[in-house]
């Protein structure tokens, strides 16, 4: 059972950008990994996902502003995110793809002037 522990998180004004870290307490070499978020009041949605060789999938909605990226040497996932919008507020958490791990505590991100 890999353990996650979610960093990065903050106030930013729109168009700022941040970088959300994942420190995983174990090997994920072989882990299909994802970045998730959770807006109050809705569901958890997958944001982005990354393979074990670096393949990347975006939703939607940050497709061209956020940036998914590993360092499997680490255990570590990053999340850089950019030109960012009030709607990407929310609780955001990594875990495998399908997320099948315990879910960490996440990072707060909000995003308001």
């Known amino acids: 059972q890999v353990q996650f522990v979610e960093s990065g998180g903050g106030l930013v004004q729109p168009g700022g950008s941040l970088r959300l870290s994942c420190a995983a307490s174990g090997s994920i070499f072989n882990i299909y990994m994802g970045w998730y978020r959770q807006a109050p009041g809705k569901q958890r949605e997958l944001v982005a996902r990354?393979?074990?060789?670096?393949?990347?999938n975006y939703a939607d909605s940050v497709k061209g502003r956020f940036t998914i990226s590993r360092d499997n040497v680490k255990n570590m996932v990053y999340l850089q995110m950019n030109s960012l919008k009030p709607e990407d507020t929310a609780v955001y958490y990594c875990n495998d793809y399908p997320p099948l791990f315990n879910w960490g505590q996440g990072t707060q991100v909000t995003v308001s002037s």
């Open positions: 990354i393979g074990r060789i670096g393949n990347t």
